[in-house]
């Protein structure tokens, strides 16, 4: 089985020379690709000295830019995604492998307690990874981990989902839920990261609110919009109820609150056909 490991860069200087040594003193044979997000220290040059092959972006287009173009760039029956920054060992890359050749089509590094890089970061992952396991009937790990092996033609086939952003595990992993494909997990110990994180906490709290609404989106809308439509259902009839026995009529809010529900519904039926279709699509 060929396969290629791709780690996106931006400033690591002082950690991709190490990471890429550690991968080639394991795995001699491997394609090694670092996509230089345009780093303005010498990530390149550790990259290419350290026996990488190096894509450069002309400037930062962000980590899941920098994983679309690894992808495209990779020439591996296999992708190995992991971090360029120290935080996985490549030792666990043939853990990764051998779920791959049991038959799986992605297999995700799960970081286990205390691999988290703040309690704040813990706590979200955990959110993420409950609303996740009720969104697809599957237990889901870890939704954000950067640490995953594909199979390559499976994941060019969402290259257009993907953003350009941060958040590419946890659409990568919806996707192949809802296509059907096989995703399984290997527990790892994610080591403290070298150098600065890229992280900005309001920023990125804000980006991680939004990964909520992005995970019923990408697998069943439906899924979000039908509790909040029962739920204003709900309140309209109960209001309706309460004025029609003190007051004996209808009122305007009653009425708001139905067309709401119904609004919402139709909006989620809309958002789901069109779910559908975007799936449908990328399997042509």
Request: net charge positive; aromatic share 10%.
């Amino acid at each position: 089985m060929k396969f290629s490991i791709v780690l996106p860069a931006k400033n690591e200087a002082l950690s991709v020379g190490d990471t890429v040594h550690g991968i080639l003193s394991r795995l001699v044979h491997a394609e090694v690709i670092v996509v230089n997000d345009g780093s303005t220290d010498h990530t390149a040059q550790a990259a290419e000295q350290a026996g990488a092959r190096v894509v450069h972006h002309p400037y930062s287009k962000g980590n899941g830019a920098a994983i679309k173009t690894g992808a495209r760039a990779a020439t591996g029956d296999v992708i190995v995604f992991m971090d360029a920054d120290g935080q996985h060992d490549p030792a666990d890359i043939q853990r990764l492998l051998q779920k791959v050749e049991e038959g799986h089509d992605m297999v995700v590094g799960a970081r286990q307690k205390g691999s988290q890089a703040s309690l704040g970061r813990g706590l979200a992952n955990g959110l993420y990874n409950r609303i996740a396991s009720w969104m697809t009937g599957h237990k889901v790990e870890d939704l954000t981990s950067g640490f995953r092996a594909v199979r390559a033609d499976k994941f060019r086939e969402f290259l257009y989902l993907l953003p350009n952003g941060f958040s590419y595990p946890t659409t990568s992993t919806m996707a192949f839920f809802r296509a059907g494909y096989s995703v399984t997990y290997v527990p790892i110990n994610a080591a403290k990261r070298i150098g600065k994180s890229h992280i900005r906490l309001l920023h990125d709290g804000m980006r991680f609110l939004l990964i909520i609404f992005k995970i019923g989106t990408l697998y069943s809308p439906l899924k979000i919009f039908l509790p909040f439509s029962v739920a204003m259902f709900s309140i309209a009839t109960g209001w309706y109820l309460y004025t029609y026995f003190h007051s004996g009529r209808f009122t305007n809010m009653s009425a708001l609150l139905y067309t709401g529900s119904v609004m919402v519904f139709l909006m989620g039926l809309i958002s789901e056909q069109i779910t559908a279709l975007m799936y449908k699509g990328s399997e042509r």
